[in-house]
């Protein structure tokens, strides 16, 4: 069955720290994403990656920066974790080609306190 | 770009079907697809339409796509309470797999 794994469901996190998010596949896609989710106002698109080493910005990149060193593993780093970056954050890959959509990880919800 | 639009919330009590909308401004989709979120998850993908089809059905979903209304619309026969997530809709504008654009999805809510 193929896979997206992020690293963590849950993340509870101070004001000011650095985090870590971590998503992995396992099904040699070449593209990767990472979405936040909030409540009405629905999925918008931080940063993708079309290849290693590559990253592009997406709709709101401000605060966020990511990583991708590897082909499988894509991560998302808030540099310095405000409050308003409580959130549900979504990482998705896909092949490069149309017709297969998007696979999507479970999520992990952050609150930053 | 692309806009696609989503009412945002639909009841239905169990054992009605459900119909979801979804409209979009872009007809160069080759692939349109439907995903379900449930509390607390990711999403996953449902069904997918060919945009050289009106119609697909996979056991209780169905899904129409009207390309002169540029409407695609997801109905769920005999609705369960397990039915009850939120449900998206995503357009492939360049028919890459590499930049989807969903809607703001639709919670669904099945009352017993």
């Known amino acids: 069955d193929v896979k997206v794994t992020q690293s963590s469901r849950y993340l509870v996190k101070r004001t000011g720290e650095k985090v870590f998010l971590e998503c992995v596949q396992d099904?040699?896609?070449?593209?990767m994403f990472w979405y936040r989710q909030d409540p009405g106002l629905g999925l918008r698109l931080i940063y993708f990656?079309?290849?290693?080493?590559?990253?592009e910005k997406g709709d709101i990149p401000e605060g966020y920066s990511v990583s991708r060193e590897k082909k499988e593993r894509f991560s998302l780093i808030l540099e310095s974790a405000s409050t308003n970056q409580t959130s549900m954050y979504l990482c998705?890959?896909?092949?490069?080609?149309?017709?297969?959509?998007?696979?999507f990880g479970s999520g992990t919800r952050l609150t930053v306190v | 770009g692309e806009d696609v639009e989503q009412s945002l919330f639909l009841s239905v009590r169990e054992g009605d079907s459900s119909v979801i909308n979804c409209t979009y401004t872009?007809?160069?989709?080759?692939?349109l697809y439907w995903y379900k979120q449930e509390p607390g998850a990711g999403l996953q993908l449902l069904t997918y339409?060919?945009?050289?089809?009106d119609m697909k059905q996979d056991q209780r979903l169905t899904v129409l796509l009207n390309k002169k209304d540029k409407h695609l619309s997801l109905r769920i026969a005999d609705t369960q309470t397990g039915d009850s997530a939120i449900y998206f809709c995503?357009?492939?504008?360049?028919?890459?797999?590499?930049?989807?654009?969903f809607g703001g999805g639709t919670r669904l809510m099945v009352k017993p």
């Open positions: 099904m040699d896609h070449e593209n």
């Open positions: 872009d007809s160069s989709s080759t692939y």
């Open positions: 995503a357009l492939d504008p360049n028919n890459a797999g590499n930049m989807l654009t």
């Open positions: 998705a890959s896909s092949p490069g080609q149309g017709g297969y959509g998007y696979t």
């Open positions: 990656s079309y290849d290693v080493k590559m990253k």
């Open positions: 339409i060919f945009s050289n089809m």
